[in-house]
C-alpha cells in the first residue's frame, strides 16, 4: 500500500498540471504573438555531421557533464524549409509541428499518444490523393486535408483558423520536406459520369472536380431523386463486386474490419494498420465522404497502406457500385457533430499506440519526446547533466543556478515566479515522501519538481535513452540541497550548460542588450510541447484508456489546438511567470460560465432547479488531472435565506480515482473544453411550498486527492519526526486551499 501510494503521487503531483486555462484567445492566428519570429525553420540536414555550428554559440561541456560534446553543440541545420515566406514557418510551427514534428517526419513531441500515426512528409506518400498511383497529390488534395482535416483522427480542420493564403502557404512548405516528390505531374484523375442511379453529377473535365465542389472528389447533388429500384439494384451489384475483388479479405464480410487479412496489415513503417471499421467509424477523405469520395479512393487508392488502386483494375461501372454498396452501410454522423475516433472518451489512447509504448519504452515522464534539434532536445529531452565549471567570460550572477542571482537582471520575472507552484514544486508534501523511496524513484520525482542535476542526492551514471531504464546511482558531489529547496527556478527551464535558452526576444524589450550574453532564442518556448514533459505521462500509463497527466493530450485533440492557442497563450500572457490555475480562484471563475433555471409547478408544486456549469475558458479537461475536485450543488432556500430540509443535491467534478489493489477509477466527471455538466434535482415534499429560491454554489478543493493521500500516509506509515512534521504541513497546505468559486441565488419563478 504505501510503495503505491507514493508511486502514485510521483507521477500526478506535477504541480503546474493543475492549472486551469483562462479564456480563449480569438481572433486570426497571425495576431496571437506579437513577437512571432522571422527566422526560417531548422529542416533536418541529410548529413548531421555535416551540420554548420556557430562559434558564437559553442557551449561549455565540462568533463562531468552527462552531454557529449557532439550533442551539445548549438547546431542551426540546412534543409529545404530555407527560402520559405517567414510565415510559413510559424504557421507550420503553431499549427503542424506537434504531430508531424520540426523536420515533418511524423516524429512530433505528441505522436507517441496518436493513432493513427501523423504523416511522415519526407516520404512523399499521401492517402487522400485525386491524382494516380505513384504521382503526388495535387495542392489542391494537400489543402483540403488542412482545410478539412481527417474524420475519425487526430487531425484537425484549420478552416475556421487559417486563411486560403496560410493554407496555401502551408501546401507549399509541405512539399519542400520531400521535393524529389514533387518534381513529377500532379494530374487529377478523370472521375467520369457517375450511373444516373445516383442522382449526382460531376464534369468529366479531366480535372476530377464535381460541378459545384469546392475541391476535387466533392460531391454535388444534382436535385434529381433516383427510382429506389434503380439504387437497390445498382447497390446490390455492388455488394457483389465487392466480394469478387476481394475486398472483404481486409474489411471483412460487412465491412467491420475484420477481414481475415486484417490482422496481417501494415502500413508503410510495418506498424499494424488494419482497416477500420466501416459501419462504426467516419469515412476519412477530407471535406468529402460522398459516394464521389468513396469512388475516387477506390480509384487512386491510399499509398502508404494496403489499399490498393484500381483503376484498370475492374470496369468503372463496377467501381460505381462498389462505392454506392459502401456509402449505404458506412457510418453517417450527425450533421455538424465534432467526429472523434471514440465517442465514450475522446482523449482515450488508442490500444496500439499504448501498446507501441510498452514494448518499445519510447516516452518517459518527464522526457520531451519530440524528434527535434540538439537544442530542443537539450532542454527537457534527455537526462540533465551537471552543469560544470562556468565559463571564465561570466559575471558572478551568470555564473549561479541561484533565482537570487536572476533577479539581478529579470526581477520582473522573479518576483512572479516567487509563490507560485513551480517556485513551491518542492513542497513538504514532496520532500516528506522521498526519504522512503529509492534514487530511481527520487530522480523520477524531481524530474518535474526540482529537475537540475545539481538538485539531486544522487545521479545517474549516464543518461536516460528510449528503452533503456537507469541501472545505477552515485552521491553527487554538487548536490545543493538549498537549491533544491527552489523547486523549478529560474535554471530548470532557462539554463544548461550555463548557456542560456529562452523564446524570440520581444521586438521593443525593455532590456538592454548585451552583446555577449549567451543566449539561445528557441521558437519551443512559445508551444505547448515545452510544458508537455511533466504534464503528459506516457501511452502505456493509461488508467480507463487515460493516463493520469494528460493535459497534453487533452489540448492536442481539442478545439484551442486548432485555433492555435498554446498553453502560454492563458497561462504565460505577456510573458508573465505566475502560472495561474486552478489554486487561483479569480483563474477558475475565468474559465466557468454558470447557468441555471428555477421553476414551481403550479399543479403539484414541485420546485425542479437546472444547473449548468460550462467550461468557456480551459483547453484542456476541467480540472485537468485527479488531484484537484470541484463540486456543484444546489439547495433551496426560504425568504429568509433559511435551508429547506431535505433540499439539497450536489455533484462532483474531477476524475475520481480510488485504490483497491491498484487504481480504480470510479468516475470521470471533468468538463471538456466548450462543453458542460449539469445537475437537475425536484423536490416537492415537506416545507418545500416555503422555497422562494435556489442557491448555487461551486466550491474547488485543488488538492483533494493529497488531502486523502497525505491522512493515508500519516496513518499507515511508521514516520519519522522530520519526515511525519513536512507531511502534516502538506497536510495543512491542501486543506487551507479550499475556496467557493461561485455562489448565486435564483429567484423561483
Given at each position: 500500500?504505501r510503495?503505491?501510494?507514493?508511486?502514485?503521487?510521483?507521477?500526478?503531483?506535477?504541480a503546474a498540471?493543475?492549472l486551469?486555462?483562462a479564456?480563449?484567445?480569438?481572433?486570426?492566428?497571425?495576431?496571437?504573438?506579437?513577437?512571432?519570429?522571422?527566422e526560417l525553420?531548422?529542416?533536418?540536414?541529410?548529413?548531421?555531421?555535416?551540420?554548420?555550428?556557430?562559434?558564437d554559440?559553442?557551449?561549455?561541456?565540462?568533463?562531468?557533464?552527462?552531454?557529449?560534446?557532439?550533442?551539445?553543440?548549438h547546431v542551426?541545420?540546412?534543409?529545404?524549409?530555407?527560402?520559405?515566406?517567414?510565415?510559413?514557418?510559424?504557421?507550420?510551427?503553431?499549427f503542424?509541428?506537434?504531430?508531424?514534428?520540426?523536420?515533418?517526419?511524423?516524429?512530433g513531441p505528441g505522436?507517441?499518444?496518436?493513432?493513427?500515426?501523423?504523416?511522415?512528409f519526407?516520404?512523399?506518400?499521401?492517402?487522400?490523393?485525386t491524382?494516380?498511383?505513384g504521382?503526388p497529390?495535387?495542392?489542391?488534395?494537400?489543402?483540403?486535408?488542412?482545410?478539412?482535416?481527417?474524420?475519425?483522427?487526430?487531425?484537425?480542420?484549420?478552416?475556421?483558423?487559417?486563411?486560403?493564403?496560410?493554407?496555401?502557404s502551408?501546401?507549399?512548405?509541405?512539399?519542400?520536406?520531400?521535393?524529389?516528390?514533387?518534381?513529377?505531374p500532379?494530374?487529377?484523375?478523370?472521375?467520369?459520369?457517375?450511373?444516373?442511379?445516383?442522382?449526382?453529377?460531376?464534369?468529366?473535365s479531366?480535372?476530377?472536380?464535381?460541378?459545384?465542389?469546392?475541391?476535387?472528389?466533392?460531391?454535388a447533388?444534382?436535385?434529381?431523386?433516383?427510382?429506389?429500384?434503380?439504387l437497390?439494384?445498382?447497390?446490390?451489384?455492388?455488394?457483389?463486386?465487392?466480394?469478387e475483388?476481394g475486398c472483404?479479405?481486409?474489411?471483412?464480410?460487412s465491412?467491420?474490419?475484420?477481414?481475415?487479412?486484417?490482422?496481417?496489415?501494415?502500413?508503410?513503417?510495418?506498424?499494424?494498420?488494419?482497416p477500420y471499421?466501416?459501419?462504426?467509424?467516419?469515412?476519412?477523405?477530407?471535406?468529402?465522404?460522398s459516394?464521389?469520395?468513396?469512388?475516387?479512393?477506390?480509384?487512386t487508392?491510399?499509398?502508404g497502406t494496403?489499399?490498393p488502386?484500381?483503376?484498370?483494375?475492374?470496369d468503372?461501372?463496377?467501381?460505381?457500385a462498389v462505392a454506392?454498396?459502401?456509402d449505404?452501410?458506412?457510418?453517417?454522423?450527425?450533421?455538424?457533430a465534432?467526429?472523434?475516433?471514440?465517442?465514450?472518451?475522446?482523449?482515450?489512447?488508442?490500444p496500439?499506440a499504448?501498446?507501441?509504448?510498452?514494448?518499445?519504452?519510447?516516452?518517459?515522464?518527464g522526457?520531451w519526446?519530440?524528434?527535434?534539434?540538439?537544442?530542443?532536445?537539450?532542454?527537457?529531452g534527455?537526462t540533465?547533466g551537471?552543469?560544470g565549471?562556468?565559463?571564465?567570460?561570466?559575471t558572478?550572477?551568470?555564473?549561479?543556478?541561484?533565482?537570487?542571482?536572476?533577479?539581478?537582471?529579470?526581477?520582473?520575472?522573479?518576483?512572479?515566479?516567487?509563490?507560485?507552484?513551480?517556485?513551491?514544486a518542492?513542497?513538504?508534501?514532496?520532500?516528506?515522501?522521498?526519504?522512503?523511496?529509492?534514487?530511481v524513484?527520487?530522480?523520477?520525482?524531481?524530474?518535474?519538481?526540482?529537475?537540475?542535476?545539481?538538485?539531486l542526492?544522487?545521479?545517474?551514471?549516464?543518461?536516460?535513452?528510449p528503452?533503456?531504464?537507469?541501472?545505477?546511482?552515485?552521491?553527487?558531489?554538487?548536490?545543493?540541497?538549498?537549491?533544491?529547496h527552489?523547486?523549478?527556478?529560474?535554471?530548470?527551464?532557462?539554463v544548461?550548460?550555463?548557456?542560456?535558452?529562452?523564446?524570440?526576444?520581444v521586438?521593443?524589450?525593455r532590456l538592454?542588450?548585451l552583446?555577449?550574453?549567451?543566449?539561445?532564442?528557441m521558437?519551443?518556448?512559445?508551444?505547448?510541447?515545452f510544458?508537455?514533459?511533466c504534464?503528459?505521462?506516457?501511452?502505456?500509463?493509461?488508467?480507463?484508456g487515460?493516463?493520469?497527466?494528460?493535459?497534453?493530450?487533452?489540448?492536442?485533440?481539442?478545439?484551442?489546438?486548432?485555433?492555435g492557442?498554446q498553453?502560454?497563450?492563458?497561462?504565460?500572457?505577456?510573458?508573465?511567470?505566475?502560472?495561474?490555475?486552478?489554486?487561483?480562484?479569480?483563474?477558475?471563475?475565468?474559465?466557468?460560465?454558470?447557468e441555471?433555471i428555477?421553476?414551481?409547478?403550479?399543479?403539484?408544486?414541485?420546485?425542479?432547479v437546472?444547473?449548468?456549469?460550462?467550461?468557456?475558458?480551459?483547453?484542456?479537461?476541467?480540472?485537468?488531472?485527479?488531484?484537484?475536485?470541484?463540486?456543484?450543488?444546489?439547495?433551496?432556500?426560504?425568504?429568509?435565506?433559511?435551508?429547506?430540509?431535505?433540499?439539497?443535491?450536489?455533484?462532483?467534478?474531477?476524475?475520481?480515482?480510488?485504490?483497491?489493489?491498484?487504481?480504480?477509477?470510479?468516475e470521470?466527471?471533468?468538463?471538456?473544453?466548450?462543453?458542460a455538466?449539469?445537475?437537475?434535482?425536484?423536490?416537492?415534499?415537506?416545507?418545500?411550498?416555503?422555497?422562494?429560491a435556489?442557491?448555487?454554489?461551486?466550491r474547488?478543493?485543488?488538492?483533494?486527492?493529497?488531502?486523502r493521500?497525505y491522512r493515508?500516509?500519516?496513518?499507515g506509515?511508521?514516520?519519522?519526526?522530520?519526515?511525519?512534521?513536512?507531511?502534516?504541513?502538506?497536510?495543512?497546505?491542501?486543506?487551507?486551499?479550499?475556496?467557493?468559486?461561485?455562489?448565486?441565488?435564483v429567484?423561483?419563478?
Amino acid at each position: 500500500m504505501r510503495k503505491r501510494l507514493f508511486v502514485f503521487s510521483a507521477v500526478i503531483s506535477c504541480a503546474a498540471a493543475w492549472l486551469v486555462m483562462a479564456p480563449e484567445v480569438g481572433g486570426n492566428p497571425s495576431h496571437l504573438d506579437a513577437d512571432r519570429p522571422d527566422e526560417l525553420p531548422a529542416a533536418r540536414p541529410d548529413d548531421r555531421s555535416a551540420s554548420h555550428v556557430s562559434p558564437d554559440s559553442a557551449s561549455h561541456v565540462s568533463p562531468d557533464s552527462h552531454v557529449s560534446p557532439d550533442s551539445a553543440s548549438h547546431v542551426s541545420p540546412k534543409g529545404p524549409g530555407q527560402g520559405r515566406r517567414p510565415d510559413a514557418v510559424w504557421l507550420y510551427d503553431r499549427f503542424c509541428l506537434a504531430c508531424h514534428g520540426v523536420y515533418g517526419d511524423g516524429k512530433g513531441p505528441g505522436a507517441p499518444w496518436l493513432w493513427p500515426r501523423p504523416r511522415d512528409f519526407t516520404r512523399g506518400e499521401y492517402k487522400w490523393r485525386t491524382t494516380p498511383t505513384g504521382a503526388p497529390p495535387a495542392d489542391s488534395d494537400l489543402a483540403a486535408a488542412i482545410r478539412h482535416g481527417v474524420p475519425g483522427t487526430s487531425m484537425h480542420g484549420f478552416a475556421a483558423s487559417l486563411t486560403d493564403d496560410q493554407i496555401a502557404s502551408l501546401v507549399t512548405y509541405l512539399k519542400q520536406f520531400a521535393p524529389e516528390r514533387f518534381n513529377r505531374p500532379a494530374d487529377p484523375v478523370t472521375i467520369g459520369a457517375p450511373p444516373a442511379a445516383l442522382g449526382i453529377s460531376v464534369r468529366d473535365s479531366g480535372s476530377g472536380e464535381p460541378s459545384g465542389g469546392e475541391s476535387p472528389a466533392v460531391r454535388a447533388a444534382s436535385g434529381q431523386k433516383p427510382a429506389a429500384p434503380d439504387l437497390a439494384g445498382l447497390i446490390e451489384r455492388g455488394k457483389e463486386v465487392y466480394r469478387e475483388l476481394g475486398c472483404l479479405a481486409c474489411h471483412g464480410e460487412s465491412a467491420r474490419g475484420d477481414g481475415p487479412a486484417a490482422s496481417a496489415l501494415r502500413d508503410a513503417e510495418g506498424h499494424p494498420a488494419p482497416p477500420y471499421d466501416l459501419t462504426a467509424l467516419p469515412l476519412r477523405r477530407p471535406g468529402d465522404d460522398s459516394v464521389v469520395g468513396i469512388f475516387t479512393s477506390l480509384l487512386t487508392g491510399l499509398s502508404g497502406t494496403a489499399m490498393p488502386a484500381y483503376a484498370g483494375l475492374a470496369d468503372r461501372r463496377d467501381l460505381w457500385a462498389v462505392a454506392a454498396y459502401v456509402d449505404s452501410i458506412r457510418h453517417r454522423a450527425q450533421p455538424g457533430a465534432e467526429v472523434a475516433r471514440d465517442p465514450a472518451s475522446p482523449v482515450a489512447v488508442h490500444p496500439t499506440a499504448a501498446e507501441i509504448d510498452r514494448k518499445n519504452l519510447l516516452v518517459e515522464g518527464g522526457y520531451w519526446p519530440g524528434h527535434g534539434t540538439p537544442d530542443e532536445n537539450a532542454i527537457f529531452g534527455t537526462t540533465i547533466g551537471l552543469q560544470g565549471r562556468p565559463d571564465r567570460s561570466l559575471t558572478p550572477a551568470q555564473a549561479s543556478l541561484d533565482s537570487l542571482r536572476c533577479a539581478r537582471c529579470h526581477a520582473k520575472q522573479v518576483r512572479e515566479w516567487r509563490g507560485t507552484l513551480h517556485a513551491d514544486a518542492a513542497s513538504p508534501g514532496l520532500l516528506g515522501q522521498l526519504p522512503s523511496m529509492n534514487a530511481v524513484n527520487v530522480e523520477s520525482c524531481q524530474r518535474c519538481h526540482a529537475p537540475l542535476a545539481e538538485q539531486l542526492a544522487e545521479i545517474r551514471t549516464e543518461p536516460w535513452s528510449p528503452g533503456r531504464r537507469p541501472i545505477k546511482h552515485v552521491n553527487n558531489p554538487r548536490y545543493d540541497a538549498e537549491l533544491r529547496h527552489q523547486g523549478i527556478n529560474c535554471a530548470s527551464c532557462h539554463v544548461r550548460r550555463w548557456q542560456r535558452f529562452g523564446p524570440p526576444l520581444v521586438a521593443k524589450s525593455r532590456l538592454l542588450n548585451l552583446s555577449d550574453y549567451p543566449l539561445t532564442e528557441m521558437r519551443i518556448y512559445q508551444r505547448s510541447d515545452f510544458c508537455l514533459a511533466c504534464h503528459q505521462l506516457p501511452p502505456r500509463a493509461a488508467l480507463a484508456g487515460k493516463p493520469l497527466l494528460n493535459t497534453y493530450r487533452e489540448w492536442l485533440e481539442g478545439p484551442y489546438m486548432r485555433r492555435g492557442v498554446q498553453c502560454q497563450h492563458c497561462h504565460m500572457p505577456n510573458r508573465e511567470h505566475t502560472w495561474k490555475g486552478i489554486h487561483d480562484p479569480d483563474t477558475f471563475r475565468q474559465g466557468v460560465e454558470l447557468e441555471a433555471i428555477v421553476g414551481r409547478s403550479e399543479k403539484s408544486g414541485a420546485v425542479s432547479v437546472r444547473a449548468r456549469l460550462r467550461n468557456v475558458g480551459a483547453g484542456h479537461y476541467l480540472p485537468t488531472t485527479p488531484t484537484p475536485a470541484a463540486w456543484i450543488s444546489v439547495e433551496l432556500i426560504d425568504r429568509n435565506g433559511w435551508r429547506i430540509r431535505g433540499a439539497y443535491a450536489e455533484k462532483r467534478i474531477g476524475r475520481h480515482l480510488e485504490f483497491s489493489r491498484g487504481f480504480v477509477e470510479v468516475e470521470d466527471t471533468r468538463i471538456p473544453p466548450g462543453q458542460a455538466l449539469e445537475l437537475a434535482a425536484a423536490w416537492k415534499d415537506g416545507a418545500v411550498h416555503r422555497a422562494t429560491a435556489a442557491k448555487i454554489v461551486v466550491r474547488v478543493e485543488p488538492d483533494e486527492y493529497y488531502e486523502r493521500f497525505y491522512r493515508a500516509w500519516l496513518r499507515g506509515n511508521r514516520l519519522g519526526e522530520r519526515e511525519r512534521a513536512q507531511l502534516e504541513e502538506a497536510l495543512r497546505r491542501t486543506q487551507s486551499s479550499h475556496y467557493t468559486a461561485l455562489e448565486r441565488v435564483v429567484p423561483i419563478d
